[in-house]
């Protein structure tokens, strides 16, 4: 099986951005949060506001390389962009998925079940 190269070379720039995303993470990203971190789901460790090359991902598991998106109202306005982002993303091998802040804050459980499916196909 041939791995598909890792997304390398991020910058001091995007570090410190991802830096101030975790400290400033939006209401839908720290209820997430809440229920990933401290290997709560299926024992995996997740980071957040994670750098990747130019990217920053909202939660990121290095063990499944599982990207989580938690998009607001912005991504409303940017699907052309979002859609780039993921398939340059899935070129790496990386799975993305993207649930809406309204679902996370009001579905949390059914966002966790997808994610569980995701990590551990049947």
């Given amino acids: 099986m041939s791995r598909k190269p890792r997304i390398r070379r991020t910058t001091p720039e995007i570090e410190e951005a991802a830096r101030r995303l975790r400290k400033n993470m939006t209401s839908a990203e720290a209820h997430l949060w809440s229920a990933l971190k401290g290997k709560q789901l299926a024992g995996l460790k997740f980071r957040r506001q994670h750098p990747v ?3 920053i ?3 990121y598991c290095p063990a499944c390389k599982l990207v989580i998106e938690v998009d607001g109202e ?3 306005y940017q699907t052309d962009r979002d859609r780039a982002r993921t398939s340059k993303l899935e070129e790496h091998g990386y799975t993305v998925l993207r649930f809406r802040n309204e679902q996370v804050l009001n579905n949390l459980p ?3 079940v997808e994610i569980k499916q995701t ?3 049947p």
């Fill in 53 to 55: 090359g130019s990217f």
């Fill in 57 to 59: 991902l909202d939660f």
């Fill in 74 to 76: 912005i991504h409303n």
């Fill in 110 to 112: 059914e966002v966790l």
């Fill in 119 to 121: 990590i551990l196909p």
